[in-house]
């Protein structure tokens, strides 16, 4: 199955790059390019592309506010490039529900490993931004509350949220579980939807503020 990615930043130079990158690789397909946010969401309502590889700063609608309506509609997943890695973008990305935080400086390999995982519904953070969030976690004074929607879970799904926030992939997940990829999705999805959230980096990253392990996460008998 091909993946269809668009590709959405305001340098036109850099856009050149990222889809000779992606047009190069096996499995993946350009499907379109944006110069802005708005722009972005107006292609992807149109296109609906598998993955959009959103840059931050752009005129007009921002990457992060165009981020925020793409996942909020279900158009697409989204992975954020950016050549800026502060904090306030990280965070603004990753509540606004991208699937992955990468810099531009990532090499062509791991970028097209990334777009792969996250069409897979996987979640990808780059190295030195998973660094700094471990760090803010283990800086907290206290774990968060308890979450209400984790009552509802169910033990399987409260087993997967437990993997997401050891920051396991969907095959990692399986592996460990003894189920399928399909039936992964099918969880992470039951967990998001349960939860109130929009990524799965979403959900590893609320698992690691409430310190949540997966002995916490299983039901009282």
């Known amino acids: 199955m091909t993946i269809r990615v668009l590709v959405a930043d305001d340098h036109s130079a850099v856009r050149?790059?990222?889809t000779t990158i992606l047009g190069n690789a096996e499995g993946i397909e350009v499907a379109g390019e944006a110069a802005d946010g708005?722009?972005?969401v107006r292609q992807a309502r149109a296109l609906r592309p598998d993955v959009t590889l959103m840059d931050v700063r752009m005129p007009g609608t921002d990457g992060i506010a165009a981020t925020?309506?793409?996942?909020?509609?279900g158009l697409t997943q989204v992975l954020v490039l950016?050549?800026?890695?502060?904090?306030?973008y990280v965070h603004g990305a990753?509540?606004?529900?991208?699937?992955?935080?990468l810099l531009k400086s990532v090499e062509a390999p791991r970028l097209v490993e990334a777009v792969k995982l996250v069409a897979a519904g996987d979640g990808v953070l780059a190295p030195q931004v998973t660094r700094r969030l471990i760090t803010a976690f283990a800086a907290a004074?206290?774990?968060a509350p308890l979450p209400r929607g984790v009552a509802d879970l169910t033990d399987r799904e409260r087993e997967v949220l437990g993997c997401l926030g050891e920051g396991l992939s969907n095959a990692q997940?399986?592996?460990r579980l003894y189920i399928g990829d399909a039936t992964v999705k099918t969880h992470v999805s039951r967990v998001l939807a349960k939860l109130g959230l929009r990524s799965?980096?979403?959900?590893?990253?609320?698992?690691?503020?409430t310190g949540l392990s997966p002995a916490d996460l299983r039901k009282d008998p």
């Open 16 to 18: 050149f790059g990222l």
């Open 38 to 40: 708005a722009t972005a």
């Open 68 to 73: 925020r309506e793409l996942v909020a509609a």
């Open 82 to 88: 950016t050549t800026f890695d502060l904090d306030e």
């Open 94 to 101: 990753l509540r606004a529900g991208a699937a992955g935080f």
């Open 141 to 143: 004074a206290a774990p």
């Open 173 to 175: 997940i399986g592996a």
């Open 200 to 209: 799965r980096v979403q959900a590893a990253i609320l698992a690691q503020e």
